[in-house]
T-cell receptor, first 113, second 114 residues
């Protein structure tokens, strides 16, 4: 069964810092991996989707990488802003033979002005 | 606008009173899914559906039912709600032809069972 771990669980940084959020998963037979942002009490907003054939995906100040063989993905946020404060979740796709999604418990980010 | 909608957004009910949370998507997606989110436990999948009349259990299906009679709708049914089903519920959909693709989430339904 897929297990997803996100480290760190919480992070507090001053505005302007570059930061890296980590996601690791145990079953590497995934089709893709999706990063989400969630504000308190709100829904999930998709940030980036990396296909298994890609190694990186970029959107603005966000860059996500995927290393399937080692079961890792990282989300890099450049020049962090207070508006980036949220919980970030990763979700590898179901692996072959199953259609269940397993989410990480997330990294709660706070960017201080 | 492409979206996943859920109703109601907020619901307070009493133990044992049957309820249904509706979910609808307008993107012609094959795959639909329900999740619950609880503090410290993250998002956990309740049920999912690969297509019309095809449903299967996720990790926490106990106490829930689903049906998929139309492609666009995937209601979540709580036949006899209990306080431990108090949670934030999300519906999601995804195109699913040759493999799992990007998931789109609804805004969430906050359920309180007293």
């Amino acid at each position: 069964k897929q297990e997803v771990t996100q480290i760190p669980a919480a992070l507090s940084v001053p505005e302007g810092e570059n930061l890296v959020l980590n996601c690791s998963f145990t079953d590497s037979a995934i089709y893709n991996l999706q990063w989400f942002r969630q504000d308190p009490g709100k829904g999930l907003t998709s940030l980036l989707l990396i296909q298994s054939s890609q190694r990186e995906q970029t959107s603005g100040r966000l860059n996500a990488s995927l290393d399937k063989s080692s079961g890792r993905s990282t989300l890099y946020i450049a020049a962090s802003q207070p508006g980036d404060s949220a919980t970030y979740l990763c979700a590898p796709s179901p692996t072959s033979g199953t259609y269940k999604y397993i989410f990480g418990t997330g990294t709660r980010l706070k960017v201080l002005a | 606008e492409a979206q996943v909608t859920q109703n109601p957004r907020y619901l307070i009910t009493v133990t044992g009173k049957k309820l249904t949370v509706t979910c609808s998507q307008n993107m012609n997606h094959e795959y639909m899914s329900w999740y619950r989110q609880d503090p410290g436990l993250g998002l956990r999948q309740i049920y999912y559906s690969m297509n019309v009349e095809v449903t299967d259990k996720g990790d926490v299906p106990e106490g829930y039912k689903v049906s998929r009679k139309e492609k666009r709708n995937f209601p979540l049914i709580l036949e006899s709600p209990s306080p431990n089903q108090t949670s934030l519920y999300f519906c999601a959909s995804s195109p699913q032809t040759t493999g799992p693709y990007e998931q789109y989430f609804g805004p969430g339904t906050r359920l309180t069972v007293t």
